[in-house]
Nanobody, 128 residues
Framework: QVQLVESGGGSVQAGGSLRLSCQAS????????MGWFRQAPGKEREGVAV???????LYADSVKGRFTISKDNAKNTLYLQMNSLKPEDTAMYYC??????????????????????WGQGTQVTVSS
C-alpha cells in the first residue's frame, strides 16, 4: 500500500525558511516521479515543483529562485526547501507520486491532471 507522509510545515514570518519532507513507502521509490503541490483556502490545488524522470527539477514561476525540490532515494524521501517565504505562500502543501512521469509534469500546470497517490498535507503559514 502506497503511503506518502508530509512533515515540516509550520508558521513563519515573511522572509523565513522551511523545509518540507515527504516520506514514501509501499512502492519502488525510484520508479516513481514525485512533486509538491499546494492549496490555499478557496483556491485550486496548484503545482509548486516536480522532479521529472531524468531527475530534472521543474518549478512554478511563483516559486522559482526561492524553492528547491530534491529527493533522497536511499531514504525514500522527497524534500522542498522553501526560502524567502511570502504571505502568498500560505497553503496546505501536499506531495504526490505517480509512475506516469508525464502526468506528474503535466500536473505542475494542469490542475485537472489526475495523479494516483497523495499525502495528507502539511500546513505552511507565512505572516507579514
Amino acid at each position: 500500500q502506497v503511503q506518502l507522509v508530509e512533515s515540516g510545515g509550520g508558521s513563519v514570518q515573511a522572509g523565513g525558511s522551511l523545509r518540507l519532507s515527504c516520506q514514501a513507502s509501499g512502492y519502488t521509490y525510484s520508479q516513481y516521479c514525485m512533486g509538491w503541490f499546494r492549496q490555499a483556502p478557496g483556491k485550486e490545488r496548484e503545482g509548486v515543483a516536480v522532479i521529472d524522470s531524468d531527475g530534472s527539477a521543474l518549478y512554478a514561476d511563483s516559486v522559482k529562485g526561492r524553492f528547491t525540490i530534491s529527493k533522497d532515494n536511499a531514504k525514500n524521501t522527497l524534500y522542498l526547501q522553501m526560502n524567502s517565504l511570502k504571505p502568498e505562500d500560505t497553503a496546505m502543501y501536499y506531495c504526490a507520486a505517480d509512475v506516469r512521469c508525464d502526468a506528474v509534469v503535466d500536473r505542475l500546470t494542469d490542475p485537472y491532471r489526475l495523479l494516483n497517490y497523495w499525502g495528507q498535507g502539511t500546513q505552511v503559514t507565512v505572516s507579514s
